[in-house]
């Protein structure tokens, strides 16, 4: 057994006993906010084997998923796998990262596999990249017509970010674009990486946009390595966005995300939980 398989073994024991949950006072209680794993990070072991990955990533303590856009291919019965298997590992999956098929032709059958996920959003991952403010007032549209229909399911439509949603066109920033022109139902899912790395100020962003920002992919980043860093290793304020994001954003999970570092996905997925832990504390 090698020195990390001894470790995750050890912190399986621990994650089994103290549930990686963040908690803030609110109201005089305690508000618990369950900390995730969006899925990309751990990707090519998902491919070979997703059960057994679901298994280990909850073992690990982590408390709720987020499936990414291959998930679309699902038959309603594999989805019910799924589900069964989380409820099992009593782990949740409260979003899915989807791409724009998932919000035209494709939304019913996307509606049908998050309804039986028990998901709360579906998540446009990305919008390509409009080259014009109308092209991107289009993109709202988009979003708000899928939120009508997802909202008469129960459930609400998101926008994850990347970093060309930060750059200026004509003087009009895009992100703000999409924060002005969707409904207020619609989360604004911050990719805090991305965000950062375009020069932009993620806890301002999150103070000024109260109660949308309901979930946070903590992906970290270096002017050096780029996303290649653990969680806590790069540029990102992370105290900051983290407080801003329960004060203000309305932040209802956290997901961790990570697209690659020195160490293999799963040990890179377990370093970065414990470095939330100990930086969130």
Request: proline fraction near 4%; hydrophobic fraction near 40%; include cysteine.
């Amino acid at each position: 057994m090698s020195t990390w398989d001894e470790r995750f073994t050890r912190r399986s024991f621990v994650a089994g006993a103290l549930p990686a949950v963040a908690a803030v006072k609110l109201a005089g209680m305690e508000k618990h906010i369950p900390v995730g794993l969006e899925l990309y990070s751990v990707r090519d072991e998902l491919k070979k084997d997703l059960p057994g990955t679901l298994e280990a990533v909850a073992k690990m303590g982590y408390e709720c998923v987020e499936f990414f856009s291959p998930y679309f291919d699902w038959k309603p019965e594999d989805a019910q796998q799924v589900k069964k298997q989380l409820d099992h590992l009593k782990i949740r999956c409260f979003s899915t990262h989807n791409g724009m098929e998932s919000f035209g032709k494709g939304l019913d059958h996307a509606i049908e596999l998050n309804k039986i996920l028990d998901t709360k959003y579906i998540v446009m991952a990305s919008a390509g990249k409009p080259d014009s403010i109308d092209g991107w007032k289009k993109v709202a549209d988009t979003l708000n017509r899928a939120n009508a229909r997802m909202s008469s399911q129960g459930l609400h439509a998101g926008y994850h970010n990347h970093d060309v949603e930060w750059r200026s066109i004509g003087g009009e920033m895009p992100m703000q674009v999409l924060a002005d022109n969707t409904d207020k139902s619609i989360m604004l899912q911050l990719d805090v990486g991305t965000c950062v790395e375009a020069g932009s100020d993620p806890v301002a962003w999150i103070e000024n946009h109260p109660g949308r920002i309901r979930s946070l992919h903590l992906k970290d980043w270096s002017p050096d390595k780029g996303y290649r860093v653990l969680f806590g290793q790069g540029a990102v304020p992370w105290t900051k966005v983290l407080a801003a994001a329960e004060s203000k954003g309305g932040v209802e999970y956290y997901l961790i995300e990570q697209e690659g570092s020195e160490f293999p996905e799963m040990e890179t997925a377990d370093r970065c939980l414990v470095a939330f832990k100990g930086i969130h504390s």
